[in-house]
């Protein structure tokens, strides 16, 4: 496969101690050394991707058309009209990939399940038994090489005939489909698989494909966007509703059928930004009403066994209600807390102050974000926007999960950085990408940080092992330890964090011996 240490890494160190300060960091962000012993000895440190981001062969061997395939097909839809159709060929391409996370020394890899390779058309048609066989493969190669699989059922592709046939997550349909997708799960991958997510990012889902309508299905309505059809203020709740219902009927079956002999543990997986007061006297109720209205829409109904007062008294009867019965399915349905962390911005209730006509409704908690304050920005930017560097941020997620939802183990499922375009778009600059070095140190110290003030974090999976398609950003935006060659080869090459991830993990003599050998 021809990968050799890069050049780069052998200035990476001076790069760093060089490199400029940067926005709104406090000096311990900056400064704090962090060192693989910092972590418990059982710690998972690994690499996040999803299905359709990387894999690819998205007609091969059964697989059916996902809503993704059908959205990406849409000119207009992804940067440069990109499409998953090859993406990163990871389906032909997995054993090399599962070699570089062996070669970095990561002991976890988090990963998703194409539901239209196993269910090519949901409950409505049979397994596909070439979609099993491919996972059977992945799973089986991560355990030779001691990498513990960690398994999201679903992370945002599903069977198009589920949106023809009744409109997807809109309809409590979608349930049965879910659970039923999962028993496969279950059955098929469960004798090897420990640790699963049900659904990754429920509230984005429900954000992205039915309040803004930039994912599809693309429902939204005005003020937030202008899409064929959708209602931006009610869907998102309904959506959410059956995703948590759709989790808890599968939690409840593993439990039942399948938990006490395979062992394993299940969850669910929540992106969670961190919110400061914009004005430290005003707006500390709006940091509040905001993270329950994110963090606890997910995760008090699975908890506690219902939503959060904050969202009743606001949205009163526009948010759904659960029974007595779904009450007994869905309070304590998990094992564990599963959290997507990148960033921070501001705070500001409008309550009290004048905000815009999309932000000032029940929805949105009558909360304004902003990374600004006092025209300075929260932190360097990264390559999506609205994504902002703030390493404290980590230390403040993990303190309030921790303080809501006490007496839960929690994994970092997903934290990475994106360069920016105007980084430059050279190879050569891509691969010696100091910025993501310092931004996964900086966080790793406040994550260390929380943890040493008895955070229960067991794990933290870097978004992502390889640069991939990033949704709406198609190609453009890039996330991975390893760079992709999309245009031409779909070569992989180490950027310098992977050289520093590895020597992070395992010590850089042993791991340089390993990436030159492969
Ligand atoms: C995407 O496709 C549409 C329709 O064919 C075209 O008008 C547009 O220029 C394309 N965009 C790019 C970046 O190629
Ligand atoms: C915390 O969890 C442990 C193990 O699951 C349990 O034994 C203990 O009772 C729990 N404590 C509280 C306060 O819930």
């Known amino acids: 496969m021809g990968i050799k240490m890069h050049p780069f890494f052998f200035c990476f160190l001076l790069l760093l101690l060089v490199s400029p300060h940067s926005y709104g960091e406090s000096e311990e962000d900056e400064f704090e050394e962090i060192k693989r012993s910092d972590f418990p000895k059982h710690f998972f440190f690994g690499a996040s991707t999803s299905s359709y981001q990387i894999e690819g062969g998205y007609l091969e061997d059964g697989k059916g058309i996902s809503n993704w395939d059908v959205f990406s097909h849409i000119p207009g839809k992804i940067t440069n ?51 099993i066989n491919f996972y059977n493969k992945i799973i089986d190669n991560l355990l030779l090489k001691g990498i513990e699989p960690f398994v999201t059922i679903y992370h945002f592709d599903y069977p198009m005939e589920l949106e023809r046939r009744y409109e997807s997550w809109m309809s409590s349909q979608m349930q049965d489909d879910f659970v039923e997708f999962a028993k496969v799960c279950f059955e098929e991958f469960g004798d090897r698989v420990k640790y699963w997510m049900t659904i990754n990012e429920p509230e984005m889902v429900a954000i992205l494909g039915y309040r803004m309508g930039s994912f599809p299905p693309a429902h939204c309505s005005p003020p937030f966007g202008k899409c064929s059809m959708g209602n931006s203020d009610r869907e998102p709740l309904i959506v959410v509703h059956n995703q948590l219902l759709a989790h808890a009927k599968a939690v409840s079956l593993y439990r039942t059928h399948f938990q006490v002999k395979q062992g394993g543990s299940i969850g669910i997986t929540i992106s969670i930004q961190m919110y400061e007061p914009l004005d430290q006297q005003s707006d500390t109720q709006a940091v509040d009403r905001i993270l329950a209205f994110y963090v606890g829409w997910i995760y008090d109904p699975i908890v506690y066994g219902d939503y959060p007062k904050e ?95 006490p007496n839960h183990s929690i994994f970092v499922t997903e934290n990475g950085y994106s360069m920016r375009p105007s980084d430059g778009n050279k190879v050569e600059t891509i691969l ?54 999309h245009l031409k080869t779909l070569e992989r090459r180490p950027k310098l964090s992977a050289h520093w991830f590895a020597s992070f993990l395992g010590g850089y003599s042993q791991q340089l011996t390993q990436l030159s050998s492969i």
């Open 311 to 405: 969202m009743r008294e606001i949205l009163g009867s526009e948010l759904p209600s659960f029974s007595d019965e779904d009450k007994r399915y869905i309070k304590g349905s998990l094992d564990f807390i599963s959290i997507n962390h990148y960033t921070t911005k501001y705070a500001k209730d409008c309550f009290h102050s004048s905000c815009p006509d999309e932000v000032n409704r029940p929805i949105n908690a009558f909360v304004e974000t902003t990374p600004y304050r006092n025209g300075i920005l929260i932190g360097d930017p990264m390559g999506i926007p609205g994504l902002y560097v703030v390493p404290r941020g980590m230390e403040k997620v993990i303190n309030y999960i921790k303080q809501r939802y």
């Open 432 to 485: 010696n990408d100091w910025k993501r070095i310092k931004f996964h140190k900086s966080y790793l110290a406040a994550l260390a940080r929380a943890m040493r003030n008895g955070g229960d974090v067991r794990g933290y999976f870097i978004w992502s092992l390889m640069d991939n398609f990033e949704w709406i950003r198609g190609y453009d935006t890039r996330f991975g330890l390893f760079y992709v060659d």
């Open 81 to 131: 009209n990109d499409t998953g159709d090859v993406a990163d060929d990871h389906y032909h391409r997995f054993l090399e990939d599962i070699e570089l996370m062996h070669s970095m020394g990561l002991n976890a890899y988090r990963f998703s399940i194409s539901w239209t390779r196993i269910l090519p058309r949901g409950r409505f048609g049979k397994v596909n038994k070439g979609g």
